[in-house]
């Protein structure tokens, strides 16, 4: 199995950056893809970014395309997001994902996710 912990979540003022970080332990080596989905209050978790364990193929939902930025590093098992000119649409709980065979959008397609940090942009 495979344990994703999640750390970096906090308050920022609209405009500014934040960078959260998920530590992948565990059969590290099955995984294909991560990915970082966020939820709303009553809205529907929604993918944000997705990179290869192994590679350097990204995707990124249109609304963050330019803003933000997922990485990775396969030495330290970690998968970083980078959040910069944060708006307060981006105010939600983030999830990191871990995929055995998918790099998608669809998050049925995950199978590990992390407990979850919470963003709040202020306007």
């Known amino acids: 199995q495979v344990q994703l912990v999640e750390s970096g979540g906090g308050l920022v003022q609209a405009g500014g950056s934040l960078r959260l970080s998920c530590v992948a332990s565990?059969?590290?080596?099955?995984?294909?893809?991560m990915a970082w989905f966020r939820q709303a209050p009553g809205k529907e978790r929604e993918f944000v970014a997705a990179?290869?364990?192994?590679?350097?193929?990204?995707y990124y939902r249109d609304s963050v395309e330019g803003r933000f930025t997922i990485s990775r590093d396969t030495a330290k098992k970690t998968v970083y997001l980078q959040m910069n000119r944060v708006k307060p649409e981006d105010t939600a709980v983030y999830y990191c994902?871990?995929?055995?065979?998918?790099?998608?959008?669809?998050?049925?397609?995950?199978?590990?996710w992390g407990q979850g940090s919470q963003v709040t942009a202020a306007s």
């Open positions: 994902a871990a995929s055995t065979n998918s790099f998608n959008d669809d998050p049925t397609n995950y199978d590990y």
């Open positions: 990179i290869r364990w192994s590679g350097v193929r990204t």
């Open positions: 565990g059969r590290t080596f099955i995984l294909y893809a």
